[in-house]
């Protein structure tokens, strides 16, 4: 099987076809970029063409959808588009679907939905051993945090990237916590787990997280902490459906509890995988 790369394609007239990237696979994040009037969904592939909790993605989707104004959503149509061009690719991949307004016509596309795939890169083990440095991204905000829209996309590649960064935190005018650029956030204080309430993206991952957190008997607030109280937390990960969960070992360059991933954050993240393993199914047929 040749090495995978990047690759574009949408589904037309039953059949998965493969677009051109203007500059080639090195190109196609510059491609989607400057698509107009879309929003997406991104995940990873597990296995033989399944996917984790599809069904809630594709809800999200419909909401995005109806939230920017867009054609309404046909979640039989991207389900079918997503397990032919999922399987055309071949690969373990993280996907993104743009869900335009009308065909970008300028990458030959007949069709209102595009599926890019690239090669799935997982942090490495040490990553996950070891945990990340973040910082706090004063001034940067999501106009609308329930939808993945685009626009915020062109924001954060904006902003300059700093040392010990692994992905900013996001805070709102009051010094509340909410996300990361690209990923919900946690913080754990002895067996409480906390996270924004309001104003964040409802991943999927994060509500998988927050169920697994009542199951071991945590106590689990949807309340977000204060930058005054990072001193206080014992632990901090972030999630996403692609990565899972990255734990948090340094915030502003301060430690987080003991400078390393906790217990309640293994925990966690083992419940997780647990749960992937036993709901990821193939997009079509519906289950």
């Known amino acids: 099987m040749p090495?995978?790369?990047?690759?574009?394609?949408?589904?037309?007239?039953?059949?998965?076809?493969?677009?051109?990237?203007?500059?080639?696979?090195?190109?196609?994040?510059?491609?989607l970029q400057f698509l107009p009037?879309?929003?997406?969904?991104?995940?990873r592939t597990r296995g033989e063409a399944r996917f984790f909790r599809l069904e809630q993605h594709c809800a999200r989707a419909e909401q995005g959808c109806a939230s920017a104004g867009l054609p309404p959503f046909d979640e039989d149509a991207f389900r079918q588009g997503l397990d032919a061009t999922t399987r055309a690719y071949g690969h373990e991949a993280k996907v993104r679907i743009d869900l335009c307004a009308k065909p970008a016509e300028e990458l030959g596309a007949r069709t209102r939905t595009l599926y890019s795939f690239r090669p799935l890169v997982l942090p490495s083990p040490e990553v996950y051993a070891s945990g990340v440095a973040v910082r706090i991204a004063d001034g940067l905000e999501r106009s609308a945090p329930e939808v993945k829209g685009t626009?915020?996309?062109?924001?954060?590649?904006?902003?300059?990237?700093?040392?010990?960064?692994?992905?900013?935190?996001?805070?709102?005018?009051?010094?509340?916590?909410?996300?990361?650029?690209?990923?919900?956030?946690?913080?754990?204080?002895?067996n409480c787990l906390r996270t924004a309430g309001h104003g964040v993206l409802p991943g999927i991952t994060r509500e998988t997280v927050l169920a697994a957190g009542r199951a071991l008997g945590m106590q689990v607030r949807e309340e977000a902490v204060h930058r005054d109280e990072v001193g206080a937390m014992d632990e901090a990960f972030l999630?996403?459906?692609?990565?899972?969960?990255?734990?948090?070992?340094?915030?502003?360059?301060?430690?987080?509890?003991?400078?390393?991933?906790?217990?309640?954050?293994?925990?966690?993240?083992?419940?997780?995988?647990?749960?992937?393993?036993?709901?990821?199914?193939?997009?079509?047929?519906r289950r």
């Not at 009037?37 to 995940?43: I, K, S």
């Not at 626009?151 to 909410?178: H, N, T």
């Not at 954050?265 to 036993?278: C, D, I, N, P």
């Open 3 to 31: 090495e995978a790369e990047p690759k574009l394609f949408e589904f037309h007239a039953g059949a998965a076809r493969e677009l051109s990237i203007p500059g080639g696979p090195a190109g196609l994040e510059r491609c």
């Open 37 to 43: 009037d879309r929003v997406y969904e991104a995940l």
């Open 151 to 190: 626009a915020f996309i062109a924001a954060r590649a904006a902003r300059p990237k700093l040392e010990d960064d692994y992905e900013s935190i996001l805070v709102d005018r009051e010094g509340l916590l909410l996300e990361c650029v690209m990923s919900n956030l946690f913080l754990v204080q002895g």
């Open 239 to 285: 999630t996403t459906s692609v990565r899972g969960l990255v734990p948090i070992v340094r915030i502003d360059g301060a430690p987080v509890g003991k400078g390393l991933p906790g217990p309640w954050t293994a925990r966690l993240a083992a419940a997780y995988a647990a749960e992937v393993e036993r709901g990821s199914w193939p997009a079509w047929p």
